[in-house]
Structures are given as structure tokens and as C-alpha cells.
């Protein structure tokens, strides 16, 4: 098996992951928002919880985060690495 082979079916499996968790936090109670997004949904709704998946963002990577979750706009948002075997 190569290693490009291997690489890309361990990012599937990874986003795979990622959707399992973005979809348990939908069934919480948390609406998906682009990044973009966040601040003015805030501002016009004032709606919380919030989940934004940063996954494909290079500047989120190298932090390993895949997904932020907002509570309260006086609070950081909550980082979350997604891992899935």
C-alpha cells in the first residue's frame, strides 16, 4: 500500500469522524456556522450554541483543531481535535 494511499484514507476516515461529532453536536442543540459567520449570527440572532468546523483551515491545523464551539460571546470558543480509529 502506498503512502499516499494510506494518507488519503486515513483523511477520510478522519472527516468521517469529524461529521459523526459535527452531527452529535447538531443533535445537542448547536447550529453550524461558517467562521465567517460567527460574529454577525451572534450580533443578529444572538443564538447560542454555535459549532464551526475549522478543519480545512492551514491555520487550524498546525494547531490541531478541528472543530471551535461558542457558548457566550464573552467566552473563548471551546477547540476541539476530532480522532476516530
Known sequence: ??????FSQ?????KQGEWQMIRFFIWLGFTQVELEEVY??????????LIVDVSDRPDYQVQEIDLLLYYHPD???????????
Not at 75 to 85: A, L
Request: proline residues 6%; hydrophobic residues 30%; contains cysteine.
Open 1 to 6: 500500500m502506498s503512502q499516499l494511499y494510506q
Open 10 to 14: 486515513n483523511l477520510a476516515i478522519g
Open 40 to 49: 454577525q449570527y451572534q450580533l443578529e440572532r444572538q443564538g447560542y450554541p
Open 75 to 85: 467566552k473563548c470558543p471551546i477547540s476541539v481535535e476530532v480522532k476516530k480509529q
